[in-house]
Structures are given as structure tokens and as C-alpha cells.
């Protein structure tokens, strides 16, 4: 039924399905339809679109075909819809079946012949381009990607014959990475994301101006960004939204959605029993006047004509009516269908694949408040075999780090103290301010103000034991041993694998890489990075501008930065140096910022995955905001924070309905698909196996059963992540520590290890000062250790210049003594030297003949069958005929040319269809090129002779070995 007739719209202009008549051109989505239409035409071969979940493929897609509609006659478009194919055989046939050529065959190389004549009869005869559609490439077998590969290579001197377009999710791209031949055929590869604030809007607009003929601006600015702010751009979460904010609309009859609409609508409030109870009042008018108009017609009663076809009756309008078809329902039966309703529109609604989550009496016992102070190593602070010492740690500098967290209005500091080889934490402090209008680009010095707080703080907590801690104090005081992190979008992880015969070019490899996920350019980042095991690079990288903007700031009010790290590293260092027994097992960090988080996959003694989560603790306390129900981030008001009672099929009487679960239920319910689709993707790159866990970090820990959530979705055992569980404890501190959240302090903890050989993002100023310190340092040592020397030299000198002097005489005639020794030695060099020109000659005659041998091999078994080789000569030079003048007369006479050089000869002919008979003398140079045999090929003398036919192609070949 039409419900949306009602406020002048012909249909849902919020439609989810891939609807071509009411696509937007946002800016992501207009610049991939031009490059796959200008690929499609100048007929280049392969494309390839990633993308997200809800981000547009599908419907680009179809509005790429509709763009064709009318150049049929030279276009035509097939779409395989679910490429999950076993081999290639089945492929190859579900493509001659797609195509529509009737013909079969049940080897692969007929079915490659079928395909490939198809293509020639309709690109070159016909003049038409053919054009493959594959959706959900990340369906895919690595495997088949070979088979679409070797279907690229069916081409003429001028365009290939077949035109393939993929769309997958992002995971395709590390499919698509271990078959690099197939992937240096992609001409044009997109990376389609989220769209704009600006293009939301538009798309807002222009889908109600389709379906309503006429401009409404229904959607206040307001209400537009507050959706594009939930939906994080993406369109299917928009439409979704926007259909029910709509609804909303109607239902309170108002004449424009406001941001309060959309609140609702985003906490699932969405009360449309109005409009049912409207509608069925309709049916009920409309069902009466067709009855009157029935009994009131003469003749029979039974008639189809008199009684109106059945459209006229169910869920039409008054003009398109249909006849019931049911009994009357009872009114015993009508309520308890209703209450039926009502206990399904309460249930949580579940992403496609997972379960509801199960709450057993014991789940709630481990989601209790624990002592962690028990799960403390036995002997802690201690180094691992994972991570090694420097070698300067045996001077007494640099023994105290301050790590500091900044993420959005929460500071998070730590001071870790080195003592004779054990890590000790000496201090934290958890800070929190509020201020609306923050914004960190624009308020650093805010931020600044705040680290001084804390350290303040610091400092009047470390007093009562000043002697134990009077270096801690002294750095508190310089403020000269800061670790910072900053949650910020411009400051970022990444992994990279460059293979190892691109080690040559890894700066490039590098920067074309990361230049694919950063939204500035590459030029003005700046990174550093680490090489780990199976030539995987871990990044560190941040746009350099704000780094030297933040750091000359901290650096005027007098800090000293040593370490800067993006969250993901600090987060790393935490689990490597805390968690030593699990590097060599599967280990996934979810770690959840109050704007955004990510996934770390460590495996192997590896990190394998980061993978960004968009999703972050604002999301709770925005959707409590929007609805009256929050104040502040104080500890009393996140005591409710928990996961809703109704995601849990059972649960123990311990397990109490929080205040929030009506709020919360369709923001966890987004953050369960989320996490589901990213631990679902990193499946097929990581080795899940029984010994796998999930550990969470950063805010994660304010949400009650957050633990259990996780691991039911998933079926993967998790815990909180106790990042002090290595570290020993300042006298005291065990006591302030038994109620502390240890997820939130994490980053810090991770940045103030000091761990070495991780990628540090120091900005040059501090870089400056290290170095000074550094110099200063040395040179100080230097001095001492010079003056020492010069003292003890002297003295031994002294000692030892007499001792010197009884011996040089009896060396002197001992010398006189061995000069026929010296003659002896200068003939055997003669010798040597002989015998190694000898060795060389030898040397080069042996090579010289296995290059033969492998040539006459790789002839003979890798020439194609439509190349016919008549002669093979090996020989020093090249002979070039030409002619010398003797009297009056021109003698021929044979030139020697290059007789430094080893040169084949091959003399040959090429025997095929004339369209193909270029591309496979190319494609046999091509071969001989790429087994890096020959210096050169040069071809001498390429032609075709009329006395044999179009189809013969003869040539002759300089090859210098």
C-alpha cells in the first residue's frame, strides 16, 4: 500500500532497493559512473569498483546499464548477480549459457575456444562492445580471477574484446593482491566510500523531488546533518533513516521533519499505528460502498462483473479496490494477533547471519565487577623474549615516561618508571571537561591547559612518597618526558606488504599505497614505518602540517614530547608488552574511542589487520542527549550504561532492565552489524582456531556486559584488556587501582612504555631537541673518557718506548734475513693469478653453454603452436650482408657486426587468423623478454610473402644473450 499518497508522493521516495529513477550523482558516485563509462567506450578492459556495505554499488551498477539503454545496437551488458563458482569449467559454462551461444563443450580449453570466437563474431563483425557486470566480487575464488584474466587476453592490435566491470566490498583487495597479474590489468580501480554532508542533502532533496514532481524542503538543515552525522554518509543508512523520520512526519501530521524527528527515529520511536488505523478506516469506507453498490445491481449476485475484480478490494485506493478473500477474524483471535505484534515490534532487530544473544546465570557472574589486581603476572614489569632491551638503557637517562591520551574531552595520563630493568607504574590520572563547543582543531591550547591539570594532580599525589619518587617528580615538574597519542582522523595506522622483488621501489610501493586511504595528499604526510615478518610494513602517519601546528604548541608551553604515537600503535605496544603469551595466537583489539575505533588482528607474532570501526561512545551519549535523558560523563550517570536486556534470549534475575535499553537498542544494534561484518572479513585473512580472543580497550569498559555482547555475536571468547597486568606497582597504587577501568588507560599506558624500533611520529622540533640532548650528552662522556685516554697513554708511552727500541733492532736484521721469502711469494701470485684467468675463461664457457641449453628448453616447450621456428643459430656477431665496390663491379660480401656480443639467431614464421597474426608475434617476443635471457631482441626483417597467403607472417630475429 501507498501510505505517502496521502502528502502527494506517487511512492516511497526512500525506497532501499536499487531504484535507477531516483539515483542522486554524489560526487563519489558521479566520478565512478564517468570512469566506467569512458572505460566501457574506449573499450580498455577491466574495472574494478570497492566499496563498502550500503555505500551504492548495486545501484551504480544498474544506473551504468540504464545509461546505455539506448545505444543497444552497439552495447550489450550481462550480469552474474553471485559469482561463487567451484571450478573453472563451471564458470567458463555459465558464461557461454549467459552470453546465449549455443554451443557446449566439457573441456576448458573448448570452452575458452567457444568464448573467445563469440567475442571475435560480435567485436569485430558485428562492431559491438560486450560488456561483464560481476557484483559481490568478494564472493569470488582466487582462482577464478586466473579464468577472467585469460579471458582479458582474447583481444586486437587496438581494444580488448571483452569489457569487465567487478563490484565487491573492500576485502577483494587482498584477494585481488595475490594474483598481481590479474591485477595489473585493472585500468581503472575506485574506491567508492560514503558521500558528503553537502551530498546527503542533495540526495534528500532530489529523491523527494522524483517522487513528488515538485521541490519540498521537508528536511531542515538541522535534521539533514543530524542524519548525516548517525549515518556516517553511508546512503543505505540514510534512506533507512529518512524513511522513518518521514513516517514520523505523518504520523504526528506536522508539516517539516526537525532534528528532534530524526532523534526519535534513531532511538526507534517511530509510532505508525496512526497511520495503520487511518488506512484500515479506508479499506473498511471502501469495502461498505462496494457492497451498497453490489446489492443495489440487478441480475446476478455471483457475477464477476457485478462484484468487481479482486484488484478492486485489498490494499488499493479508491479507484483500485479489491474483493476480501478471508473469513472475518475473531475478535478473540484479533487480540492475540495483536498482542503477537506487539511482542515482535519489541524484538531487537538482528544483522543478517547472527543469533540472538544467549544470558546464562554464569555470563552475569564474569560481567561483575572482578578484582583484576589478581590477574597481575606473578613476577611483572619484567621484559620478554618479544621485546628487547636497548642497548642504552644501561645508562641512567631517560627512565621515566609520561603517557598521555587525549581523546576528545577525556585526557588520560600515566608515569612509567624504569628501575634496574622493571617497568613500574607509578601514577594515573583520568580527566574529564566539558565544554560544548570544543573542537580540537581550533582548541589545542584548551587540551594543553588540561595535560597541565593533570600533572599537577600528579604532582600533589606523588608527594606523600617524595623520596621513592623524585624522578617521577622531576619530570612532572620539566615536563620533559611526554608520550603523547591523540585520537584524531589525520593521524592514523596502516599495514602495507610490499612483495620482495618491489623492495627496490618500497618508498613508491609506500606512498602509492597510502596515498589510497588518507583524504589529503600524499605529499603532505608524514610517516614512519617498521618492517615485520613476511615483508608486512606497520605505518605510523599523520598530516604533517597538524602534527608541527600541535607540537610547536605543546613545544611554547614549555613540554617536551619524546615519543607521538597514533592510537592503534599505542594500543599495539599495550598487548605486546602485557599479553607476551599470546603473540604467537590469533588475537583480536576492539578498541572503541568516544568518536570512532578500530580492529587490530595480531597472529604469528605479527599485526595483520587494522581495520577502522565507525563507530565510537558518542553515539550513546548523543542518542541520550536527543532525548533529555543525560547530563554529564560523571561515573554515577554511566552506572546504567549497559547492553539492552532484550538482546539476551535468557537471563538471570541478577540481570536488572537499565534505564537506557529503549535508547540503546537500535544504536547496538548498528554497532553488532558493524562489528559482525569486519570480524566476518578478517575470517578469511586470519587462522581462527579454539585458542582465539577478543580483547577490548578504551571505552568499551563504561558498558556493562560489553564483553558478553561481543562474544555471543561473534563466538569468540572475550575479555576486557588489562594493560597493567605486566607492570609493577608504585607502593600504594594497588589499593587507588581495585575500582579503575584499566581499558581507558590503555593508549597511555602503550605510549609510555618506551617500547624501541616502533614507528614514532615526532614532530622535527622535538626531533631537534632530542638530538641536542643527545650531542650534549656525548659530548660530556666524550670529554671525560678523552681526558681519562690522554692520561694513560701518556703513562704508557712512557713505559714502553725503551721496550720498543731493544726490539726494533733484531727486526731489522731478521728482515734482511726473509727476502728470498719475498721473491717466492711474488711467483706464486704470477701463478695465481694465471690460474684464476683460467678459472674465468672456463667460467664463461660453461655459462655461455647452459644459456644455450636453457634457450633450446624454453623453445621447445613454451613456443606457441601458431609459431613455427626454422632456424636457431648461436653465434659471436651478427653477419650483415653488404656490398663492396671492386673496380666497376659490386661484390656481396658478408659484414661481421657486435662480435663482442653472443647473439641468437631465430628465423621463423607465424601461421594464424591475419586479425590475430600481430598480437602473437608480440605475445612470443613478449615471452622471450620476460625470461630475462636476452639483452635485446631486435626484430630484423618482420614480413609477410603473397606466395604464402594473408595467413603466414615470416621473421627474423636478433637475440643477444
Excluded at 398 to 423: A, C, M, P, S
Excluded at 469 to 481: E, F, G, W
Excluded at 509 to 519: D, E, V
Aim: glycine share 6%.
Amino acid at each position: 500500500m501507498n501510505l505517502f499518497k496521502a502528502i502527494g508522493l506517487r511512492s516511497d521516495p526512500f525506497s532501499t532497493s536499487p531504484n535507477v529513477d531516483l539515483f542522486y550523482p554524489a560526487t563519489e558516485h558521479r566520478q565512478c559512473l564517468e570512469g566506467l563509462e569512458l572505460a566501457i567506450r574506449m573499450k580498455r578492459g577491466l574495472s574494478v569498483i570497492k566499496g563498502g556495505i550500503g555505500v551504492g554499488k548495486t545501484t551504480i551498477s544498474r544506473k551504468l546499464i540504464q545509461n546505455f539503454k539506448n545505444e543497444s545496437d552497439d552495447f550489450t551488458f550481462h550480469l552474474i548477480l553471485d559469482p561463487k563458482f567451484e571450478s573453472e569449467i563451471i564458470l567458463l559454462k555459465h558464461i557461454i549459457e549467459l552470453f546465449g551461444i549455443n554451443e557446449s563443450a566439457d573441456s576448458v580449453q573448448d570452452c575458452r575456444n567457444i568464448i573467445e570466437n563469440y567475442l571475435l563474431r560480435v567485436g569485430l563483425e558485428q562492431g559491438k562492445t560486450l560488456v561483464l557486470i560481476v557484483d559481490e566480487g568478494q564472493n569470488l575464488h582466487g582462482d577464478m580471477l586466473d579464468v577472467f584474466r585469460t579471458l582479458l587476453n582474447f583481444e586486437t592490435d587496438e581494444f580488448k574484446l571483452l569489457q569487465l566491470i567487478i563490484f565487491g566490498q573492500p576485502e577483494m583487495s587482498r584477494i585481488i593482491k595475490d594474483y598481481p597479474n590479474f591485477e595489473d590489468r585493472i585500468i581503472f580501480n575506485f574506491d567508492l566510500g560514503p558521500i558528503s554532508l553537502e551530498d546527503t542533502k542533495g540526495m534528500i532533496h532530489h529523491r523527494i523531488q522524483v517522487t513528488s514532481g515538485e521541490k519540498k524542503n521537508w528536511f531542515t538543515d538541522e535534521s539533514i546533518i543530524k542524519i548525516h552525522k548517525n549515518t556516517q554518509g553511508y546512503p543505505r543508512k540514510i534512506t533507512q533513516l529518512c524513511h522513518q523520520a518521514l513516517l514520523i512526519m505523518m504520523s504526528e501530521s506536522k508539516e517539516s521533519i526537525s532534528e528532534e524527528m530524526v532523534s526519535k527515529a534513531i532511538s526507534g520511536k517511530v509510532d505508525t499505528s496512526g497511520l495503520l488505523k487511518q488506512k484500515k478506516k479506508n479499506y473498511n469506507e471502501i469495502a461498505v460502498n462496494k457492497l451498497l453498490d453490489v446489492l443495489q445491481e440487478d441480475g446476478d449476485n455471483n457475477s464477476k462483473e457485478n462484484l468487481g475484480s479482486d484488484d478492486d478490494w485489498i490494499g488499493g485506493a479508491v479507484e483500485d479496490q479489491k474483493m476480501p478473500e478471508k473469513a472475518e477474524i475473531l475478535p478473540s483471535v484479533k487480540k492475540t494477533q495483536q498482542l503477537n505484534e506487539i511482542r515482535e515490534s519489541e524484538k531487537p532487530e538482528f544483522p543478517n547471519g547472527s543469533k540472538p544473544l544467549k544470558f546464562e546465570k554464569e555470563i552475569l557472574l564474569t560481567s561483575e565487577k572482578k578484582d583484576l589486581i589478581s590477574e597481575f603476572l606473578t613476577d611483572p614489569g619484567k621484559y620478554h623474549k618479544h621485546i628487547k632491551k636497548r642497548f642504552l638503557n644501561i645508562l641512567p637517562f631517560d627512565k621515566v615516561l609520561i603517557g598521555v591520551h587525549v581523546d576528545h574531552k577525556n585526557i588520560y595520563t600515566v608515569i612509567i618508571q624504569e628501575r634496574k630493568g622493571i617497568k613500574y607504574l607509578i601514577g594515573y590520572d583520568i580527566f574529564h571537561f566539558d565544554d560544548v563547543n570544543f573542537d580540537i582543531e581550533n582548541d589545542f591550547s584548551i587540551i594543553i591547559e588540561h595535560i597541565k591539570s593533570t600533572f599537577k594532580n600528579l604532582y600533589d599525589g606523588l608527594l606523600d612518597f617524595e623520596d621513592a619518587n623524585l624522578t617521577a617528580l622531576k619530570s612532572l615538574k620539566a615536563k620533559d618526558s611526554l608520550a603523547i597519542v591523540l585520537n584524531h582522523p589525520e593521524i592514523i595506522s596502516q599495514i602495507v606488504e610490499i612483495p620482495k622483488e618491489g623492495e627496490k621501489d618500497k618508498n613508491q610501493i609506500l606512498n602509492w599505497t597510502l596515498s589510497k586511504s588518507i583524504k589529503f595528499p600524499i605529499e603532505e604526510a608524514f610517516y614512519t614505518y617498521k618492517k615485520q615478518k613476511e615483508q608486512a610494513y606497520f605505518i605510523s602517519l599523520a598530516k604533517a602540517e597538524k602534527l608541527n601546528k600541535y607540537g610547536k604548541e605543546l613545544s611554547d608551553q614549555n613540554f617536551t614530547v619524546k615519543k607521538w604515537y597514533p592510537v592503534a600503535q599505542s594500543i599495539l605496544n599495550a598487548f605486546i608488552w602485557n599479553y607476551y603469551e599470546r603473540l604467537n595466537k590469533t588475537t583480536l583489539i576492539i578498541h572503541i574511542g568516544y568518536n570512532d575505533g578500530f580492529i587490530l588482528g595480531y597472529e604469528k607474532l605479527k599485526l595483520k589487520i587494522v581495520k577502522p570501526l565507525f563507530l565510537g561512545f558518542s553515539g550513546l551519549t548523543s542518542s541520550l542527549h536527543d532525548n533529555e535523558s543525560f547530563n554529564n560523563l560523571e561515573e554515577k550517570n554511566l552506572d546504567s550504561f549497559q547492553i539492552p536486556k532484550s538482546f539476551f534470549s535468557s537471563f538471570d534475575e541478577g540481570m536488572k532492565r537499565s534505564k537506557y535499553d529503549d535508547v540503546f537498542r537500535p544504536i547496538f544494534e548498528n554497532w553488532a552489524q558493524e562489528i559482525t561484518m569486519n570480524i566476518n572479513s578478517i575470517r578469511t585473512e586470519m587462522n581462527f582456531t579454539e585458542t582465539t580472543k577478543v580483547l577490548l580497550s578504551g571505552q568499551t569498559n563504561y558498558i556493562k556486559y560489553m564483553d558478553k555482547f561481543v562474544e555471543s555475536i561473534s563466538g569468540i571468547e572475550s575479555n576486557y584488556m588489562n594493560p597493567v597486568r605486566n607492570l609493577k606497582l608504585n607502593p600504594g597504587l594497588d589499593l587507588e587501582l581495585i575500582n579503575i577501568r584499566f581499558p581507558l588507560l590503555s593508549a597511555s599506558i602503550g605510549s609510555a612504555l618506551g617500547i624501541e624500533n616502533t614507528p614514532n611520529l615526532l614532530p622535527q622540533n622535538f626531533k631537534k631537541i632530542e638530538i641536542f640532548r643527545w650531542l650534549n650528552r656525548g659530548g660530556l662522556a666524550l670529554l671525560a673518557t678523552t681526558i681519562i685516554l690522554c692520561l694513560g697513554l701518556t703513562g704508557q708511552k712512557k713505559l714502553s718506548t725503551n721496550s720498543l727500541i731493544t726490539k726494533l733492532d733484531p727486526m731489522v736484521v731478521q728482515k734482511q734475513s726473509m727476502a728470498y721469502v719475498e721473491e717466492k711469494h711474488k711467483t706464486l701470485s704470477k701463478n695465481t693469478e694465471s690460474a684464476e684467468n683460467q678459472i674465468k675463461k672456463l667460467s664463461y664457457d660453461t655459462d655461455y653453454s647452459s644459456r644455450i641449453l636453457t634457450v633450446n628448453r624454453i623453445l621447445s616447450f613454451y613456443t606457441p603452436k601458431e609459431i613455427k621456428i626454422s632456424l636457431i643459430k648461436f653465434q659471436k656477431g651478427w653477419d650483415k650482408k653488404a656490398y663492396k665496390k671492386i673496380g666497376r663491379d659490386l661484390v656481396p660480401i658478408v659484414q661481421k657486426q657486435d662480435e663482442h656480443l653472443n647473439v641468437v639467431r631465430l628465423k621463423g614464421s607465424v601461421n594464424s587468423n591475419p586479425a590475430l597474426l600481430d598480437g602473437h608475434f608480440e605475445n612470443f617476443i613478449a615471452m622471450l623478454e620476460e625470461t630475462n635471457l636476452f639483452k635485446s631482441i631486435d626484430v630484423i626483417d618482420q614480413s609477410s610473402k603473397e606466395s604464402l597467403g594473408p595467413e603466414n607472417l615470416q621473421f627474423d630475429l636478433k637475440c643477444v644473450l
